[in-house]
């Protein structure tokens, strides 16, 4: 009885392996040219890892190429677990390693965490990368906002409206979090403005237009931002309209208008004073002919009285 037990028991064992080699081998078969090829360029993944790959929804292919490619550049901080979690975190981890590769051989230290994060960060760390290496020029201000210059205005009140050229290049390890190419525009633009603002004389700016450049670069404005800024060059330098003296004009034209309301004032005052006289002087002629006719009563009454005779009033 117990050695038909134990038989049972082994077949069920040996059915069930068997069954288990057959779903693997089902799962693997596909993936059999994909192992070889991880197998023959070092890549070094076993049928096991791919066969979960699989089952976890994962490309193996694609991370077999990205494996293959991080072996082939000797990139030692590129593990097949950081490749399968990076991919389940939606990263596209061919474009990871080329970029770990370009980093590697322009030797600006990027590992593994910093690309992988800038990846998920929704960066092109490739093109970063070659920014970083192939520094790129940046016009100012961004003709697609419509402004084609910069307008400042010199102390002696004359408008220059100028154009720059700023060259960038990555700074990677402020990638993550830092300011975008925007802000760079910004800055140098309210760089140059103000920089022209505190030249004494337009024609200054005129004979030495880098003078406004090495101004705006000692100003840091890189500083919390995605970038580097290798250089500002002024493509481009004109002569505007006097501001100064439209201004002048304006404040004279708008003290004139004050004076002539002020004098317009003034008369309307002296209109009105004018009047007032003149209402004065006709009550007072008004109480005049009253006391000219009480004139006769009294003589009348003092004739009554006695006080008054005729020879008196001749």
């Not at 004073?273 to 009480?294: G, I, P």
């Amino acid at each position: 009885m117990f050695d038909s037990l134990g038989g049972i028991v082994l077949l069920v064992l040996i059915a069930f392996v068997g069954l288990f080699f057959l779903v693997f081998m089902w799962l693997l078969l596909p993936l059999f040219p994909t192992w070889i090829r991880a197998m023959t360029s070092g890549g070094k993944i076993s049928p096991m890892k791919l066969v979960l790959m699989r089952l976890m929804k994962i490309n193996p292919q694609v991370v077999v190429q990205a494996r293959i490619m991080a072996v082939q550049a000797n990139l030692t901080d590129v593990s097949t677990s950081g490749l399968e979690a990076h991919y389940l975190a939606g990263g596209n981890i061919l474009r990871v390693v080329q970029a770990l590769i370009a980093a590697t051989r322009a030797r600006l230290g990027l590992n593994w965490d910093t690309a992988a994060a800038i990846d998920l960060a929704g960066r092109d760390v490739l093109d970063a990368v070659r920014t970083s290496v192939d520094p790129k020029v940046i016009d100012c201000p961004d003709p697609s906002t419509g402004r084609t210059t910069l307008d400042g205005i010199a102390k002696n009140g004359i408008q220059l409206k100028a154009r720059a050229r700023v060259t960038v290049r990555t700074n990677l390890s402020q990638l993550v979090g830092g300011a975008t190419e925007e802000t760079v525009i910004a800055r140098v633009g309210e760089g140059i403005v103000s920089a022209i603002g505190s030249c004494d004389s337009h024609e200054r700016v005129l004979e030495q237009p880098m003078l406004i450049a090495r101004t705006v670069l000692d100003k840091g404005l890189d500083s919390q931002t995605a970038f580097e800024i290798v250089s500002i060059d002024i493509a481009d330098i004109d002569v505007g309209e006097n501001v100064g003296a439209r201004l002048q004009a304006d404040q004279a034209e708008a003290d004139m208008r004050v004076a002539r309301a002020k004098a317009e004032e003034r008369r309307a005052q002296a209109v009105a004073e004018e009047q007032v006289m003149k209402a004065a002087t006709v009550e007072n002629r008004a109480e005049v002919v009253l006391a000219e006719a009480d004139v006769p009563v009294a003589m009348a009454h003092a004739f009554e009285l006695g006080n008054l005779r005729a020879e008196d009033s001749m």
